[in-house]
């Protein structure tokens, strides 16, 4: 039987965890004089949680798992009516969530997205006072429905998927945007599955943007979010940019592991391997990128040219909030990149972003995740 890793000690060994956290303590001074530029969506999310039974007096028993909710609903055969419970509405989407966290960590955050024109929304009111909002659009909405193991997301996009490239340059003048991308240390480029014009406003970044400035050590991060929707022909597209991001930037590729699923299947017409490090390692090699990370609740597998990092999760089994936990996971990610960690440290703080963040509720400032690193036991 395999055993199930509810405690996180078993990640890191007591010698890289003193590194780590003295190398965070030295270091992270120094993320107060990063600058990051973000985009490009934005959502109100509605947490709720489905109600499997009802007892008089007693509190609701809930459904558990993302396969015992499928199968009831398949059970029924037809119609049926279900009452859910709310639990929280909040900023969302991949940008305004992973924004928030990093400048939870520290750092400067500009944040191009939906987040309410021509006047912010109230709900973005929360963002990290380290960022900057520059909106092009009104934000879409989307019902979470949370479980213990993961996490059902339906959204409605509203004007998200009518404006492209040029719409953004109208609300948010060209020279704003190129000063902006100029100054920043890292690009994050996110959530482009659930955007339609997505393609078209990195195909004008290519064009309008990163031709006009030269920055060497500057880092592009993509994450693409489940491209479940996306025809094989679009997701090839996409590809082929992010060969293109890497002729002027560092490029890093963030997928979980259904993402990771659907990119193998686009690049080979099969299925993945199993083992994530085996789907990772071929993805790799097939994209002309920096870095790949890929990463579940319960193991990450991260590439380089030069090095392969192989490491479990901080895993949760009663997470206390799921959604963003790959946000906060990629912003602890850019964060350890910006202070030029190496990949197993980013990988652990990553990891200890994410998991303070399920086990919490909020977006971890810098000094409580070194306390969440070093509350861990030691392992062998």
């Given at each position: 039987?395999?055993?199930?890793?509810?405690?996180?000690?078993?990640?890191?060994?007591?010698?890289?965890?003193?590194?780590?956290?003295?190398?965070?303590?030295?270091?992270?001074?120094?993320?107060?004089?990063?600058?990051?530029?973000?985009?490009?969506?934005?959502?109100?999310?509605?947490?709720?949680?489905?109600?499997?039974?009802?007892?008089?007096?007693?509190?609701?028993?809930?459904?558990?798992?993302?396969?015992?909710?499928?199968?009831?609903?398949?059970?029924?055969?037809?119609?049926?009516s279900?009452?859910?419970?709310?639990?929280?509405?909040?900023?969302?989407?991949?940008?305004?969530?992973?924004?928030?966290?990093?400048?939870?960590?520290?750092?400067a955050?500009?944040?191009?997205?939906?987040?309410?024109?021509?006047?912010i929304?109230?709900?973005?009111?929360?963002?990290?006072?380290?960022?900057?909002?520059?909106?092009?659009?009104?934000?879409?909405?989307?019902?979470?429905?949370?479980?213990?193991?993961?996490?059902?997301?339906?959204?409605?996009?509203?004007?998200?998927?009518?404006?492209?490239?040029?719409?953004?340059?109208?609300?948010?003048?060209?020279?704003?945007?190129?000063?902006?991308?100029?100054?920043?240390?890292?690009l994050?480029?996110?959530?482009?599955?659930?955007?339609?014009?997505?393609?078209?406003?990195?195909?004008?970044?290519?064009?309008?943007?990163?031709?006009?400035?030269?920055?060497?050590?500057?880092?592009?991060?993509?994450?693409?979010?489940?491209?479940?929707?996306?025809?094989?022909?679009?997701?090839?597209?996409?590809?082929?940019?992010?060969?293109?991001?890497?002729?002027?930037?560092?490029?890093?590729?963030?997928?979980?592991?259904?993402?990771?699923?659907?990119?193998?299947?686009?690049l080979?017409?099969?299925?993945?391997?199993?083992?994530?490090?085996?789907?990772?390692?071929?993805?790799?090699?097939?994209?002309?990128?920096?870095?790949?990370?890929?990463?579940?609740?319960?193991?990450?597998?991260?590439?380089?040219?030069?090095?392969?990092?192989?490491?479990?999760?901080?895993?949760?089994?009663?997470?206390?909030?799921?959604?963003?936990?790959?946000?906060?996971?990629?912003?602890g990610?850019?964060?350890?990149?910006?202070?030029?960690?190496?990949?197993?440290?980013?990988?652990?703080f990553?990891?200890?972003?994410?998991?303070?963040?399920?086990?919490?509720?909020?977006?971890?400032q810098?000094?409580?995740?070194?306390?969440?690193?070093?509350?861990?036991?030691?392992?062998?």
């Open positions: 039987m395999k055993k199930r890793l509810n405690s996180p000690s078993a990640t890191v060994s007591a010698g890289k965890k003193a590194y780590l956290t003295s190398t965070l303590k030295d270091k992270g001074h120094l993320l107060q004089q990063k600058k990051i530029t973000t985009g490009f969506d934005g959502f109100i999310d509605n947490i709720v949680r489905v109600v499997k039974e009802k007892h008089q007096h007693k509190p609701s028993i809930l459904f558990s798992t993302i396969k015992e909710f499928g199968n009831y609903i398949v059970e029924k055969g037809s119609s049926l279900l009452e859910i419970e709310n639990r929280n509405s909040k900023l969302g989407g991949n940008m305004p969530i992973m924004a928030n966290a990093l400048g939870q960590l520290g750092v955050v500009n944040c191009i997205g939906a987040l309410g024109y021509p006047q929304h109230p709900v973005f009111n929360n963002f990290s006072s380290t960022c900057h909002l520059y909106s092009f659009a009104d934000p879409g909405t989307t019902t979470a429905f949370e479980f213990d193991d993961g996490k059902i997301m339906m959204a409605h996009m509203a004007e998200l998927n009518s404006l492209g490239w040029d719409q953004l340059k109208t609300k948010i003048d060209i020279d704003t945007l190129l000063s902006l991308y100029k100054q920043s240390d890292l994050c480029l996110l959530n482009w599955s659930e955007i339609d014009a997505s393609t078209d406003i990195w195909k004008g970044l290519l064009k309008d943007v990163l031709p006009q400035y030269v920055h060497k050590d500057q880092i592009a991060f993509f994450d693409l979010s489940d491209c479940s929707k996306r025809t094989n022909e679009s997701i090839t597209e996409a590809l082929h940019l992010l060969r293109e991001f890497a002729k002027h930037t560092k490029v890093i590729l963030s997928l979980n592991k259904n993402e990771a699923g659907i990119i193998y299947k686009t080979f017409a099969t299925k993945p391997e199993k083992d994530l490090s085996d789907t990772g390692r071929d993805i790799f090699e097939k994209a002309g990128i920096h870095t790949l990370v890929l990463h579940s609740a319960k193991e990450v597998a991260a590439f380089t040219g030069t090095e392969t990092v192989l490491a479990r999760s901080f895993f949760v089994s009663d997470p206390k909030i799921s959604t963003g936990a790959g946000d906060n996971f990629n912003a990610f850019c964060t350890a990149q910006l202070l030029k960690l190496d990949l197993e440290s980013s990988t652990i990553a990891n200890a972003v994410s998991g303070y963040y399920v086990r919490t509720g909020t977006s971890a810098l000094p409580a995740v070194i306390h969440f690193l070093e509350a861990l036991e030691e392992s062998d």
